[in-house]
């Protein structure tokens, strides 16, 4: 199967996909087979109808999030084009519109976003210096205040902060660059980091503002495993697009403008960003109905 893998990785960047685009189909694809070794299923049929409305129905009663399933469905429909056009197999198992998951009406895109009170415990719980890094805070801080996807979060070089016009630089989807401003907080904890922890890195010379000690750059998954320990002591769940979703919606709430909150979160359009965010949250909706 591994070999299966890497040849579809090698189709796609022969195809022209984007790197970011390759990593996520790849991912997906990978934790397809992973399930599908599990169930010992043959390695002579690596998709077939029955496997993939098996792992379809898995995703569901695992409670992913709709548009996490509908991406890997999507993932798993290129997959199944790589695989026919290499004679691997010789029908096409997936259908889009049949098999993506439907959104029943009036609950599109429920936002889920931190709460003020969570995000005060949030920031009283990271002023803990014996259980949080400087490093880690400022990890906080910048998916709080920033937005920046955790993609763009490791890929936070130095020289994309200025500190004089206390501003970040942000290379984000499709190569697209954006500004977003700092807050102060933000820019000190920056400073702190940089003069102290970083300091004493073997990868102090690293181009990258956040490194570990095991390489140049933080990995995103290195993130998403503090963030989840985070939310186990704290009660919450907690993921890195949380942090994404609780920006544009404080923003929102405290009456900034759309196409502000557009441009700030790098949406290619203010549509974009009024379809993920104008939508209340579930809590709101309950608060809403309580009042009848």
Known sequence: MNNLVQSFELW???EGKAAKTIESYVGDIKGYHLYIKDKAVSNEQPLSRFSFVRYKQHLLDQSFAVATINK???SLKVYNDFLQKKGIVSESYIQLKRDRVVIAAGSEHVVTALS??????????????????IRNK????LLLYTGVRVSELVNIK??????LTSALTVRGKGGKIREISLRQDVLQLKKQYQQGERVQSRFQDSEYLLVSQRAKKMHRDAVRDWLSIVGNE???KLHPHLFRHTFATRLLRKGVDLTTVSKLTGHSTVNMTAKFYIQTTRKEKQNAVDKL
């Open 72 to 74: 890997k469905i999507n």
């Open 234 to 236: 704290l009660g919450m």
């Open 12 to 14: 796609l960047t022969e």
């Open 116 to 133: 003020e009170e969570e995000v005060e415990k949030l920031l009283f719980y990271l002023e803990d210096h014996t259980k949080v890094s």
């Open 158 to 163: 130095l020289v994309d902060i200025d500190v």
């Open 138 to 141: 400022l990890i906080v801080y």
